[in-house]
């Protein structure tokens, strides 16, 4: 981790209407960390990651992600950051191989390069027999590790990762929070969301959001000192029942 | 020689109200591509228990749930529900069950309240009838009863499914992963609801892949790859772990963890929260203790009682038989 911000955000709104999703957030987050981004359903965390990726143009505030600013430069943002979540991440009717071709080609990468880091990504994760294989007869963990690595093969600046981890099993759940800590100490910036309050305890900073709003945001520890709590859950559980809103 | 037969299918019988489910198998797919989703499990639920399935995805879970619902047939095995026969007397289940699918599956352009309506009415009641039983949890979405459903958040959908899935009040209820997805304080409630609703003596069968949920159920299964790793109380699973578990942490616990791993002694190391969690072969905290001392590092350890995680994990490492 470095002293390099790679997001800044301030002030950054979202309404739809009337109803203010995002409520003037601000916080930087660091190359190479690891930035937990907690909240209740409805809290507002898929809303200010869609202006973070640059899908989404904010209501008002600014924020820049990977130096470049989300109103002007949103596909620049794109070129510089990976998206992996639970619900989304590789298509079942393509192989392993077929996968990491389709998504590194998206991205512009060379023949030479795809060719030589699937290679070594393949024999990382032990898929090296498996990559003619459909992706939909993989069991899920390894889907999900799979996604995480297609994620960051084109060496993005950061990767958002919306509950990657969401009904994987407790062994393949902490071999992927293991590439996580892998792919940080590379100097790829992970910002990633989990309904597991253990996971919040292996990020370097954890915000909470509560109505749109950021409500905490400091290392775990200091988290559990300020809330006076033994535990991520109790910290999280305090702050959530706080919310007002229900919507999702 | 007929009537003994008779008394012996009376003793093979559950007691009115459970679930027995003996050696189940369901596979699917063609000669090929066979996946094998349940390896022939076996296990009882009594009259009014909490029964929790806890798994990860493609455990086989909803597969259970489905042929218990008379949904999917089973490729081998029997199983009963309220002492009825799955295949055979899957109509009479149908009037008894109460089923939450893990998709929601209400309809998504009535309201709240036309969808309960419509549920009461396939199985000949009214909202009024079994008002008391729903009451608890359909009156926190009462205000937005003329809703529709498809429009309403993530926790209030979940609640409007379990209202449907009881106002027939069923003497079993399925709720197949009700809590995915759900951040932790709408878990927390729904788990609340649970424990109220059992007390009116419906037997609940409940999945989930959050291992924190299991001990807030009577009994639970532990279910992997199509097979169950333990049937027990959430107390018995974690009291047949047998071995030491010391919780350590430090400010490098990258490293922290590949000393642990080093050490002979532990047979097992992994993150665990706060703490890196060390599964001993021999002896306890003290033995890790001097074993860190060697290496230079600052270190705060405990000995700690496992919870469901813990003994999950080691379960699925220990070989197939």
């Known amino acids: 981790m470095s002293n390099d911000k790679v997001i800044t955000a301030d002030r950054l709104t979202k309404k739809f209407g009337g109803f203010t999703a995002v409520d003037t957030i601000s916080f930087d987050v660091y190359k190479g960390e690891i930035f937990g981004f907690l909240g209740a359903n409805g809290a507002g965390k898929t809303t200010a990651m869609k202006m973070l990726s640059g899908l989404s143009k904010p209501t008002a505030g600014t924020a820049s992600v990977a130096g470049f600013d989300v109103y002007r430069e949103n596909e620049m943002i794109k ?118 309050m253990d996971e919040a305890e292996y990020c370097n900073r954890v915000s909470i959001m509560v109505d749109g709003r950021i409500d905490a945001l400091d290392t775990p520890q200091q988290l559990k000192k300020s809330f006076n709590a033994v535990s991520m859950d109790e910290v999280f559980l305090k702050l959530a029942r706080k919310a007002i809103r229900t919507a999702d | 020689m007929k009537s003994l037969q008779n008394i012996n299918d009376l003793n093979s019988q559950p007691v009115s109200g459970g679930v027995l489910v003996n050696n189940i198998e369901k596979r699917y797919g063609s000669k090929k591509d066979i996946i094998t989703a349940l390896q022939g499990i076996s296990f009882e639920v009594n009259k009014g228990e909490l029964f929790g399935i806890i798994g990860p995805d493609g455990a086989g879970k909803t597969s259970l749930f489905r042929i218990l619902a008379t949904l999917l047939l089973a490729d081998g095995g029997t199983a009963t529900v309220d002492g009825l026969d799955v295949v055979k007397d899957y109509k009479q289940i149908r009037q008894r069950v109460g089923y939450m699918p893990g998709k929601f599956s209400l309809y998504p352009d009535l309201t709240v309240q036309e969808n309960l309506e419509f549920f009461a009415t396939v199985f000949k009641t009214s909202i009024k009838e079994n008002y008391d039983l729903v009451k608890d949890i359909y009156s926190q979405i009462e205000p937005f009863k003329h809703r529709k459903a498809g429009k309403l958040s993530g926790g209030m959908k979940q609640k409007l499914a379990l209202s449907c899935a009881l106002i027939h009040r069923p003497s079993v209820l399925l709720l197949d992963e009700p809590t995915t997805g759900v951040d932790a304080v709408s878990r927390k409630e729904f788990w609340e609801m649970l424990k109220r609703l059992k007390e009116q003596e419906i037997t609940i069968l409940v999945s989930t892949p959050y291992m924190d949920e299991a001990s807030l159920c009577d009994r639970i299964a532990l279910i992997q790859s199509g097979k ?73 350890l405990k000995n700690v009682e496992p919870d469901i995680e813990d003994c999950f994990i080691a379960l699925m490492r220990e070989p197939n038989e």
């Open chain 2, 228 to 300: 169950l790793l333990s049937v027990n109380t959430p107390g018995g699973v974690v009291k047949a772990f047998g071995k030491k578990l010391v919780a350590v942490k430090s400010e490098n616990m990258l490293e922290l963890l590949n000393d642990l791993k080093r050490f002979e002694n532990i047979e097992n190391a992994y993150p665990f929260g706060a703490y890196h969690h060390a599964v001993m072969k021999n002896g306890d905290a003290k033995e890790v203790e001097n074993y860190l001392i060697k290496t230079g590092r600052k270190f705060e």
């Open chain 1, 79 to 196: 070129k510089n950051i990976g998206y992996m979540s639970q619900k989304f991440s590789l298509y079942e009717d393509l192989t392993v191989k077929e996968n990491i071709r389709f998504y590194a080609g998206i991205y512009g990468m060379t023949n030479k390069f795809i060719k030589e880091k699937s290679g070594l990504i393949l024999k990382e994760l032990h898929l090296d027999s498996e990559a003619d294989r459909l992706v939909k007869s993989l069991p899920l963990g390894w889907k999900q590790k799979l996604a995480f690595s297609v994620a960051i093969f084109h060496e993005p600046q950061i990767v958002f990762l919306d509950e990657p981890t969401g009904g994987v099993d407790p062994v393949t759940r902490r071999e992927f929070w293991s590439m996580i800590y892998q792919a940080a100490a590379s100097g790829i910036t992970v910002f990633v969301t989990t309904h597991y």
